[in-house]
T-cell receptor, first 113, second 117 residues
Framework: AQSVSQHNHHVILSEAASLELGCNYS??????LFWYVQYPGQHLQLLLK??????LVKGIKGFEAEFIKSKFSFNLRKPSVQWSDTAEYFC???????????FGKGTMLLVSP | DAGVIQSPRHEVTEMGQEVTLRCKPI?????LFWYRQTMMRGLELLIY????????DSGMPEDRFSAKMPNASFSTLKIQPSEPRDSAVYFC???????????????FGPGTRLTVL
């Protein structure tokens, strides 16, 4: 079965610092990839997704992610974080033929002002 | 579009009581998912439905948990009897279904925060 690994459980950054959150999946076939964000006390919302085409995907709020097939990775990046980016970030993968998403454990990002 | 609607938003109950959580998916979506989120275990898929039919309930923790989807616009998750370890946030999500064999993105509801005393 496929799995998703998010390397960092907690990340603490100062405002304006650059962000990169790691995500690796284990599945050799074709996948769709997602990053979701959960702000404190709220539900999961989609940040960005990769289905096909350009492996560099741009999402909302200045976030982007790069799909590197050879590394089975889909890392999330933002050049300059803001205090309002404080949230938990989840990477998820969908495998062709399956209706479900497999989520990583999440990375809690705390941005200090 | 109202999004996925869940009720109640908060539920506090005593151990042994029956709890029913409700979900209305986005109109036109044919897949519905129930998740549980806790600090210790993260986000867990409990069960999902395609076209109102339960497809995989292997994530349901035990027989105390049951889920139904009587029609395309309503689903329930029931815990009977409830226990303190069931305390968690329960999310419902819906999806337009599959495209080209792949699942589309899931849209999450606001969740129900359940506390069992």
């Amino acid at each position: 079965a496929q799995s998703v690994s998010q390397h960092n459980h907690h990340v603490i950054l100062s405002e304006a610092a650059s962000l990169e959150l790691g995500c690796n999946y284990s599945y050799g076939g074709t996948v769709n990839l997602f990053w979701y964000v959960q702000y404190p006390g709220q539900h999961l919302q989609l940040l960005l997704k990769y289905f096909s085409g350009d492996p560099l995907v741009k999402g909302i709020k200045g976030f982007e992610a790069e799909f590197i097939k050879s590394k089975f990775s889909f890392n999330l990046r933002k050049p300059s974080v803001q205090w309002s980016d404080t949230a938990e970030y989840f990477c998820a993968v969908n495998v062709k033929g399956y209706s479900t998403l497999t989520f990583g454990k999440g990375t809690m990002l705390l941005v200090s002002p | 579009d109202a999004g996925v609607i869940q009720s109640p938003r908060h539920e506090v109950t005593e151990m042994g009581q029956e709890v029913t959580l409700r979900c209305k998916p986005i109109s036109g979506h044919n897949s519905l998912f129930w998740y549980r989120q806790t600090m210790m275990r993260g986000l867990e898929l409990l069960i999902y439905f395609n076209n109102n039919v339960p497809i995989d309930d292997s994530g349901m923790p035990e027989d105390r948990f049951s889920a139904k989807m009587p029609n395309a616009s309503f689903s329930t998750l029931k815990i009977q009897p409830s226990e303190p370890r069931d305390s968690a946030v329960y999310f419902c999500a819906s999806s337009p279904g599959t495209s080209g064999g792949f699942s589309n993105e899931q849209f999450f509801g606001p969740g129900t925060r359940l506390t069992v005393l």
